[in-house]
């Protein structure tokens, strides 16, 4: 699977129960436990309330404190680990968390800048991507998962959402090919009619 880089998981404020869910959105991924998984969550980032920050920086000593942001001394996988971000963005104080690779040096830095890139624009909008990952990131694993040697050989390892269609009945369907429909469909009614942003 390829990802976008500094990308936006979740639309909103994820509360303590949504948050440890998303620390690891790919535990379904066919071969856990084989290969390198740090592309996976390199990069990823959402926000978080005021209390899940203080949470977790109260949970273990960090490994480090750089300012407004600290990194967890535990490593989801290889080199990446959570750091946890205070940002003021338009005169308000906010937090985040983000998965950054600790093997690059500016990793930190790159993602704290696309998240003020990104909660800086004018106008409250979304890019497919965004859609498409909040969609995943909000799904039940009940509900989700990664095409299985069914699936065609090009499709095996993508991921997969349950969707109901109508006459049709529920049906299995790669996220990346869900039409702007389905898409509308999935999201919440608050976010299914904000404007196409334009990925950066």
């Known amino acids: 699977m390829t990802l976008s880089p ?35 969550y390199r990069d990823e980032w959402f926000e978080i309330s005021e209390a899940e920050h203080d949470y977790m ?16 001394r535990e490593f989801l996988t290889g080199s990446i680990t959570s750091v946890f971000f205070t940002l003021k963005i338009d005169g308000r104080m906010r937090y985040f968390h983000g998965y ?3 093997s690059d040096k500016g ?9 003020v890139e990104r909660e800086t624009r004018p106008v409250q909008a979304m890019t497919r991507e965004e859609r ?12 989700r998962g990664y095409a299985s040697e069914r699936w065609p050989e090009r499709d095996r390892g993508k991921r997969t959402v ?9 049906m299995l369907k790669l996220l990346d090919a869900l039409t702007d429909a389905e898409i509308a469909a999935k999201l919440p009614v ?6 196409e942003a334009i990925a950066a």
């Open 107 to 115: 990793s930190p830095e790159r993602i704290r800048d696309g998240i």
């Open 132 to 143: 498409l990952e909040h969609i995943w990131s909000s799904t039940h694993d009940d509900y």
């Open 100 to 102: 950054c690779d600790l």
């Open 57 to 72: 920086f109260e949970m273990l000593p960090p490994l480090w404190m750089r300012g407004e942001m600290f990194a967890m």
């Open 162 to 170: 349950m969707f109901y269609g109508g006459r049709q009945g529920t």
């Open 6 to 40: 500094i990308r936006k998981v979740y639309q909103g404020i994820a509360d303590r129960r949504q948050m440890f869910r998303m620390f690891d959105r790919h535990a379904q991924r066919p071969n856990r436990f084989e290969g390198d998984a740090d592309g996976l």
């Open 190 to 195: 608050h976010l299914r009619y904000l404007p």
